[in-house]
């Protein structure tokens, strides 16, 4: 792999598995420095340990994402450890409950919009002062298939995914002449942690159904255009929403 990234500093949130764990890893291999972020310590290591073990740079981060004073010191860590900030790719998050919007658990409603958006204001607004520092950058906010469509029952999460769309925009015009550019992907369901423990297997059946290329996607795809729009062949890519979805949104 081309090391197109080489001298450049990333972080990942939501790195420790899945879609995260694939940006911290086709990152590194590209030359990059990557902060491994997550709840999930452990698994953090791990991702740190085989970035490290292919000859890459990589430091783990413990974080709760929904805590701004967390979030300020992960953005520190990164500069600290590296030196600076180039680039972010904003990606933890849970699923949440699943409920009609009348009988939705007002504890849960708040966790997801903690964890899905509200988190993704404090990265951007403790990383962007870090990039402008660094003279400039590029974020990658993961939002879902969800950012523009709804999902019955999971009020919670499409709510918080349509924002992070709205937060991608309005960020990329206000930094647009900054050298910094922000940019939305929109995964469909992906085989990861997040979907295969937490759908049953019949349920898991008839979503896979709804993707026309008839599987769930991988987290190297979705990875492989995340890197893509954090690279400097996007130059001109900012304020835009991505998908990454086998068609699921076509019909």
């Known amino acids: 792999m081309s090391k197109e990234f080489e001298g450049k500093v990333a972080l990942v949130t939501g790195a420790a598995s899945g ?7 086709q990152l590194a291999a590209s030359g990059t420095a990557v902060v491994v972020a997550d709840l999930d310590e452990e698994g953090a290591k791990k991702v740190v340990a085989e970035i490290e073990a292919k000859g890459g740079k990589a430091a783990s981060f413990r974080i709760d994402v929904s805590v701004p004073e967390e979030v300020a ?9 590296f030196g600076a900030l180039h680039l972010a790719v904003n990606n ?15 504890d849960g409603w708040r966790k ?3 964890i899905n958006l ?8 403790y ?13 990658v906010n993961m939002s879902s298939i969800l950012g523009t469509q709804g999902f019955a029952n999971s009020s919670a999460y499409v709510a918080a995914k349509h924002g992070v769309v ?17 940019t939305a992907v929109g995964p469909g369901f992906i085989e990861t942690p997040l979907v295969t423990n937490n759908i049953d297997p019949e349920a898991l059946k008839q979503i ?8 769930l996607g991988k987290p190297e795809e979705v990875a492989a255009l995340t890197c893509f729009l954090l690279s400097d062949k996007a130059s001109f890519i900012t304020g835009s929403y991505h998908l990454v979805d086998g068609a699921y949104t076509a019909p």
Request: hydrophobic fraction near 50%; charge should be positive.
């Open 19 to 25: 879609i995260g764990a694939a940006c911290a890893l």
């Open 166 to 182: 709205g937060l991608t925009k309005t960020a990329a015009m206000e930094y647009a002449t900054k050298n910094i550019r922000v």
């Open 73 to 81: 010191a992960m953005v520190a860590f990164a500069k600290k450890t």
């Open 208 to 215: 896979t159904a709804l993707h026309p290329v008839g599987r």
């Open 92 to 106: 933890a998050g849970i699923g949440g409950p699943s409920a009609p919007v009348a009988e939705y658990p007002l």
């Open 118 to 125: 509200m988190s993704v204001f404090y990265c951007m607004h």
């Open 127 to 139: 990383e962007i002062p870090a990039m402008l520092e660094a003279g400039g950058g590029a974020i």
């Open 112 to 114: 997801v919009i903690d």
